[in-house]
């Protein structure tokens, strides 16, 4: 075995970092959940959001939220319009990457 072997780079199976989606949690209308996007973040846990019933809310992160899940532009996330103003809506639930993909195929989200 020669010094040039010994440099060689071996090649080992990398796990797989690619998640898999064993359960999504869907809005629920009984509860007035709806599906919403990220628009922009406006500061003070407030953002801009666009529904899939086509109205532009502004949303609140709880506090609840705050700290669990950090939310981005263009994220898709779980929305509770509020009873008595409807231009506004608590975020509820964030979706990571591949839970979005199943929600795209399964045809929850429209394009």
Same mark, same amino acid.
């Given at each position: 075995?020669?010094?040039?072997?010994?440099?060689?780079?071996?090649?080992?199976?990398?796990?797989?970092?690619? $998640?898999?989606?064993?359960?999504?949690?869907? /809005?629920?209308?009984?509860? *007035? &959940?709806?599906?919403?996007?990220?628009?922009?973040?406006?500061?003070?846990?407030?953002?801009?959001?666009?529904?899939?019933?086509?109205?532009?809310?502004?949303?609140?992160?709880?506090?609840?939220?705050?700290?669990?899940?950090?939310?981005? $532009?263009?994220?898709?996330?779980?929305?509770? /319009?509020?009873?008595?103003? *409807? &231009?506004?809506?608590?975020?509820?639930?964030?979706?990571?990457?591949?839970?979005?993909?199943?929600?795209?195929?399964?045809?929850?989200?429209?394009?």
């Amino acid at each position: 075995m020669t010094l040039a072997d010994l440099k060689k780079p071996t090649s080992r199976a990398s796990p797989s970092t690619e $998640e898999t989606v064993t359960r999504v949690r869907t /809005p629920r209308r009984e509860n *007035n &959940e709806i599906l919403a996007t990220v628009e922009s973040l406006l500061g003070a846990n407030r953002l801009r959001l666009r529904c899939m019933d086509g109205v532009v809310r502004m949303g609140r992160i709880p506090g609840s939220m705050k700290k669990k899940a950090w939310i981005r $532009e263009g994220d898709v996330v779980i929305a509770v /319009p509020w009873e008595f103003q *409807n &231009e506004k809506a608590d975020v509820i639930w964030k979706y990571t990457r591949p839970q979005v993909d199943w929600l795209e195929r399964k045809g929850y989200l429209k394009g």
